[in-house]
């Protein structure tokens, strides 16, 4: 393979290099990094949001989007893929005492109590209403510990095709190498809406969360739930690198819309309402620009040739060296040619050290 053709076919961001895929999870307009849109029908509204995506939940079909594969910090938005994977794990009425660790987790926790016992029940509510990250890390723990979680919620984007998103930590609070995007949220959400308890979770306005003694009540962080009409809800996520994300879904005449957006550096309560609204407008009348695909069969556990999402990160994940990958893009001619020439050099430097050994042994005889 040409310097040049090596060069090209591998993407740097963040000192890492790794391989451009071919073809966009969802459609090839969803790999531009600027406002897709449809003809024929009214602009989406403007959001400040780096990335979004506006689709149709029922059908897939994506109905808008900007910068729909970008890779960011996804902040507790990620929390949706935590509860998508533990919940078909866990019992939800079994009980436990959360250690000290989770109970000790920085950033929004619901309070827990190394004195209290909880059901899994009451820890799904306080992971998807209060945002807990202490009750994202009892959940963890009580699936078999840290690693057990994370390799178990990686494999599960995998078979969503969730390809851009790289669980870290099972609260989404910042950690190098971790991502996701704004298309993969919307594909998390509307695999969470087809599980019950996801959804009865999502939805809860308020609840009672049981304390060392007695109870206290806990409200859902989504403040669509109370302003927006028939708004089912999903979830928002915050941190100071992560800025502002958010998924959720509304459903009205029969119809759910999905929105999602990355990285809003102020308020998106209301433009998330607008985008909402935008997409009850068009949906039925627009033509797609692209679709949320479904998930991989059981028996497929790594993405298929074309599935990667475009090479668009803010923090990158983990990907493959820059030798590994250049060895994996080598074709049969390239490797052809390496081979003619590291046998021609291997060539030349047996000829030139007999040469050499032919010089000392005259030198010798004088």
């Known amino acids: 393979m040409p310097v040049t053709a090596l060069i090209a076919s591998v993407s740097l961001t963040g000192g890492t290099a790794y391989a451009a895929p071919t073809t966009p999870v969802g459609g090839e307009a969803l790999g531009s990094r600027g406002l897709v849109a449809p003809a024929g029908v009214k602009k989406p509204p403007k959001t400040k949001a780096t990335s979004y995506v506006v689709a149709d939940a029922d059908t897939g079909q994506v109905l808008a989007a900007k910068d729909a594969h970008g890779r960011y910090l996804p902040a507790s938005t990620l929390k949706t893929l935590t509860a998508l994977t533990l919940i078909p794990k866990l019992d939800k009425n079994r009980k436990i005492r959360p250690s000290r660790n989770a109970c000790n987790q920085e950033g929004t926790a619901v309070g827990l109590s190394v004195k209290a016992t909880y059901k899994i029940d009451d820890l799904f509510k306080a992971l998807m209403m209060s945002s807990g990250n202490d009750a ?31 669980a ?11 991502s996701s995007s704004a298309y993969d949220l919307a594909l998390i959400a509307r695999a969470g809406l087809a599980n019950p308890e996801f959804k009865r979770y999502i939805s809860t306005k308020t609840s009672t969360f049981p304390a060392p003694k007695g109870h206290y009540e806990i409200s859902n962080h989504n403040k669509l739930l109370w302003r927006y009409k028939g708004m089912v809800g999903v979830k928002n996520g915050w941190t100071s690198k992560a800025l502002g994300s958010f998924v959720g879904a509304a459903t009205r005449g029969g119809h759910t819309i999905v929105v999602s957006v990355m990285r809003h550096e102020g308020y998106f309560w209301e433009e998330v309402a607008d985008l909402l609204d935008w997409g009850f407008s068009v949906r039925g009348n627009a ?80």
């Open 168 to 178: 870290k930590t099972p609260s989404g609070l910042d950690k190098p190498g971790q």
């Open 287 to 366: 033509t797609p620009v692209g679709q949320l695909v479904d998930p991989l069969p059981d028996a497929q556990a790594a993405p298929q040739p074309g599935a990667s999402a475009p090479a668009t990160q803010v923090t990158p994940a983990a990907q493959p060296p820059l030798l590994d990958t250049a060895a994996k893009k080598q074709t049969d001619s390239s490797k052809t040619v390496g081979m003619v020439v590291i046998g021609g050099g291997l060539l030349f430097g047996l000829i030139w050290l007999g040469y050499g050994i032919r010089r000392r042994r005259g030198r010798s005889r004088l």
């Open 136 to 166: 994202a890390m009892a959940l963890a723990e009580t699936n078999g510990g840290l690693a057990q979680t994370m390799s178990d919620m990686n494999a599960e984007a995998k078979r969503l095709q969730a390809n851009d998103t790289v």
